[in-house]
């Protein structure tokens, strides 16, 4: 069942900080087919509909170079999503599940991430599948799918520390 606002039973609300750790901006927008949270996807698929990512100025230079990459990962703001249960029933059925045990858009931040497929760029529009996001959700950051990014800069100290316990 797709949420919109409601609290379900069994669920738990709790009352967020006032205060504000940091600030984002939001890099552009992206377009959908989908209107209502009752019909988008509940995970994007790399075989779903073309969607478009458009990059606001002035990041629009900071696309050099991300044609190289088959896919991406986009990471969003679900700015309709509500940010205070701790204790979700995805299932509307009572039985409950913590927050960070699910990958439900109510979240302390909605922040929504997706390996989307790479079908072209056109100026500062990205053409692509794979996302689950209504139309206009905004856009926080792009990134190479990290299973085919190597680091350009060379590896530092941290880079061959392996098994140690660190409290
Ligand atoms: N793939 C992302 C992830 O795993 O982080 C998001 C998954 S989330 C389960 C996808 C659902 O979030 C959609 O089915 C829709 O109900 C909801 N959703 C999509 N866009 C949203 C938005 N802009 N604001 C609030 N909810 C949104």
Redesign the pocket.
């Known amino acids: 069942m797709?949420r919109l606002n409601e609290i379900r039973q069994n669920e738990v609300v709790v009352t967020p900080p006032a205060t504000v750790d940091a600030e984002l901006v939001f890099i552009g927008r992206i377009s959908t087919p989908w209107t209502s949270?009752m019909e988008?996807?509940?995970?994007?698929r790399s075989d779903g509909p073309v969607c478009t990512i458009e990059i606001f100025e002035p990041w629009v230079q900071a696309l050099a170079g991300v044609e190289r990459f088959e896919r991406l990962e986009v990471l969003y703001w679900?700015?309709?999503?509500r940010r205070d249960l701790v204790l979700q029933s995805p299932a509307s059925n009572g039985e409950v599940h913590g927050t960070f045990s699910l990958?439900?858009?109510v979240r302390p931040n909605?922040i929504?991430?997706?390996i989307v497929a790479l079908e072209k760029i056109e100026g500062n529009r990205l053409f692509v599948r794979g996302l689950?996001?209504?139309d206009g959700?905004p856009l926080i950051d792009l990134k190479p799918d990290r299973t085919l990014f190597k680091p350009i800069a060379p590896p530092q100290k941290g880079d061959f520390e392996t098994g140690q316990v660190h409290m």
């Open positions: 797709v949270r988008t996807p509940r995970q994007g679900l700015h309709q999503s990958r439900s858009p909605p929504g991430t997706s689950d996001c209504l959700t």
